[in-house]
């Protein structure tokens, strides 16, 4: 599939991930309905914050992804939609559990009612790594045992069987995209690598922070919005789970000694209790096999082993140092 004449609603296109896709197509020439979480004041999140040559160049619906009547409108005379939208925050979900459920998995349930009623060409559905929980064996491939290690990821690990469940009982033509942890420009700062340029930025010289030793592969955001991109024209990723990641694990230590580096700051790390999360849901360790999305859709990260990871990071430390970009923060306090 290509997108020549394609309609695309990108759901949570108001959010990190979401702006950044929204970019994507618009810089790829496509059509662009983006749907963001109405609000009274007409808030469009980052969407309000686009470069020249993407604003005013898409369309903007409101609505929520939780009303099944405001999806169905939403996805009207589209042929494609992207399904960023959903609450991500894991801290969150312990004390929230319920409201995960019903934008996760309800709202994932909306997107693809709305898709079989407007019969769809293709439905993108967002995964996470930590569907996985802590590996098993590594490099982690899409065979791996799902565990939901929390309740955020427990409501994705029943996003992603719903969608799939779709595919088998009607053919819907949903792929499922699992991101591994992705960073960039506009991420919130409870995410661990602002948090830590935030502070670095605001000038601290303690940096607080949870656990050290749990390792990630950190994912540039510009990859995975190229993985969306390349997921929604394969025919071959259709009915399937396909991982997008960078390749390379880093233990959250090591990232912040390398941040600290790049930024040319001589900091110490504080441990705060309050960003550990219980022990039995500390995902350990996050490694990415990506053999199978450069099989079937022919994508490779841009941002991969430890060169590209510094070149992510450095790009990110960038857009932070922007006094108009660090304003949007706050970056002396934690935010679950």
């Not at 808030?43 to 169905?72: C, N, Q, S, T, Y």
């Not at 996760?104 to 559905?125: K, M, S």
């Not at 948090?195 to 390792?215: E, M, N, R, Y």
Request: contains cysteine.
């Amino acid at each position: 599939m290509n997108f020549n004449g394609k309609r695309i609603l990108v759901t949570g296109a108001d959010g990190f991930i979401g702006s950044h896709v929204v970019e994507a197509l618009v810089r790829a020439g496509v059509e662009v309905r983006a749907h963001v979480l109405y609000n009274s004041l007409g808030l469009w999140g980052w969407l309000d914050h686009m470069a020249d040559d993407v604003r005013g160049k898409f369309e903007i619906v409101a609505g929520d992804i939780r009303d099944p009547f405001a999806v169905a409108e939403a996805t009207r005379s589209c042929q494609v939609v992207m399904h960023l939208a959903a609450l991500i925050a894991i801290p969150y979900s312990y004390r929230s559990p319920a409201s995960y459920v019903e934008t996760n998995v309800v709202g994932t349930l909306n997107v693809l009612e709305a898709a079989r009623r407007h019969d769809l060409e293709r439905i993108v559905i967002t995964s996470t790594s930590e569907v996985y929980g802590t590996a098993r064996f590594v490099p982690i491939t899409e065979e791996h045992p799902l565990q939901g290690q929390s309740p955020y990821a427990a409501t994705k690990i029943g996003a992603d069987s719903l969608a799939l469940s779709y595919y088998s009982s009607f053919k819907t033509p949903v792929t499922v995209l699992r991101p591994f942890n992705t960073y960039g420009p506009r991420q919130s700062v409870r995410a661990v690598i602002p948090t830590i340029i935030g502070q670095i930025v605001a000038g601290k010289k303690k940096i607080k922070l949870g656990a050290l030793s749990p390792t990630r592969d950190f994912t540039f955001v510009e990859d995975t919005a190229r993985g969306f991109l390349a997921s929604a024209c394969c025919d071959a990723a259709v009915g399937q789970v396909t991982n997008i990641g960078s390749s390379f694990e880093i233990s959250i230590g090591d990232t912040a000694r390398v941040i600290s580096e790049l930024m040319d700051a001589s900091i110490e790390i504080e441990l705060e209790e309050q960003r550990l999360r219980p022990a039995g849901s500390e995902v350990e360790r996050l490694w990415a096999s990506t053999d199978k999305a450069k099989r079937l859709m022919d994508w490779r990260p841009q941002f991969a082993g430890a060169e590209g990871f510094r070149q992510g990071l450095s790009a990110t430390i960038a857009w932070f140092r922007d006094p108009a970009n660090l304003a949007h923060y706050k970056t002396d306090q934690y935010g679950i």
